[in-house]
């Protein structure tokens, strides 16, 4: 009896210590699993990233052009060139008729000095 109880007991050591064992694997699996992962999914985020901001750049790009070419903004700078013009024209012809009324201020002081 003695020796078919140490059989039985040797039985389940033996399977507790497989059991220990596989399940001892199985963690180191996962766990060299997830080392792979943290690794290789920080190249991979920072890959993912730089594509997202280039993405958002071209867009961004292509998105100014449109407006810049769309008709408002076509018609608000064309108004913004006439309103320079008119202003230039303004100031031109302010400024001659200033140097005009000068010139005859000027003539005038001239005449009375003679007389």
């Known amino acids: 009896m003695a020796t078919s109880q140490k059989a039985k007991s040797q039985d389940l ?6 059991s220990i ?11 060299d699993a997830a080392k792979d992962a943290i690794v290789g999914g920080t ?3 920072v890959k993912e990233v730089k594509r997202g901001a280039s993405k ?5 790009k292509s998105t100014v052009a449109k407006a810049r070419r769309s008709k408002p903004a076509r018609k608000a700078r ?9 202003a230039r024209k303004v100031v031109r012809k302010t400024v001659s008729k200033a140097r005009g009324v000068a010139r005859k201020a000027k003539k005038a002081a001239t005449r009375r000095g003679r007389q």
């Open 56 to 60: 958002l750049v071209r867009k961004s």
């Open 21 to 31: 064992g596989s399940t001892l694997g199985a963690i180191a699996a996962k766990a």
């Open 43 to 45: 190249d991979t985020a």
């Open 78 to 86: 064309a108004s913004v060139g006439s309103a320079k013009a008119k």
């Open 13 to 18: 050591l033996v399977s507790v210590a497989e």
